[in-house]
């Protein structure tokens, strides 16, 4: 089973901070990478699905990077809104369609 | 476009009754799948299934069985709960491997057993 590592596991910025963690995943056996927004006692809300090295995405203020040769992604959120706050999480498709994913990055964001 | 719907959306069970979570899509996907979530576990895949009358174990299938007879439909089915199933349980459906497209989550079960 394909392991999906992300750090740091929580974070608190105040608002207006630009902030960034990370994905780590064995760099074989990959064919997407998946990042979804999960709010408290809502459902995953997808941002980016990354396939080639050296992807960038961008949906507003976060924008994303993939290096597949060395097995990372960065998340990155630029000027941290209070409405941020929520678990990133990172998930590695390696087959048939089965996303595993990492245990999230937990962001808070005080006002 | 409902995309994903679960029901119920909350349930309590006693150990060892038997229950079925519905999941149902709308979008023509091939692939479904259900995780559970539990704390500091981040999501842990079930079941999947790549197309109708097609299923497959995930990393933690025991105590869990599915069927896929419609595109639709993907009903995960708990023959004789136990504490250890108390959890909060998603379905989700996408195109598949190959497409570039996320996939798409319900809103979620939040299942406690007795």
């Not at chain 1, 097995?71 to 999480?89: H, N, V």
């Not at chain 2, 595109?71 to 199933?85: C, H, I, K, N, V």
């Not at chain 2, 989700?92 to 406690?112: E, I, K």
Request: glycine share 10%.
């Amino acid at each position: 089973i394909l392991n999906v590592e992300q750090s740091p596991q929580s974070l608190h910025v105040q608002e207006g901070d630009s902030t960034n963690f990370t994905c780590s995943f064995p760099s074989s056996n990959f064919y997407a990478l998946h990042w979804y927004r999960w709010e408290t006692a809502k459902s995953p809300e997808a941002l980016f699905v990354m396939t080639l090295n050296g992807d960038e995405k961008k949906k507003g203020r976060i924008s994303a990077t993939l290096n597949t040769k060395e097995g990372y992604s960065y998340l990155y959120i630029k000027g941290s809104q209070p409405e941020d706050s929520a678990t990133y999480l990172c998930a590695l498709d390696g087959s048939q369609g089965n996303l595993i994913f990492g245990k999230g990055t937990k962001l808070s964001v005080k006002p | 476009n409902a995309g994903v719907t679960q029901t119920p959306k909350f349930q309590v069970l006693k150990t060892g009754q038997s229950m079925t979570l519905q999941c149902a899509q709308d979008m023509n996907h091939e692939y479904m799948s259900w995780y559970r979530q539990d704390p500091g576990m981040g999501l842990r895949l079930i079941h999947y299934s790549v197309g109708a009358g097609i299923t497959d174990q995930g990393e933690v299938p025991n105590g869990y069985n599915v069927s896929r007879s419609t595109t639709e439909d993907f009903p995960l089915r708990l023959l004789s709960a136990a504490p250890s199933q108390t959890s909060v349980y998603f379905c989700a459906s996408g195109p598949g491997t190959g497409s570039n497209q996320p996939q798409h989550f319900g809103d979620g079960t939040r299942l406690s057993i007795l």
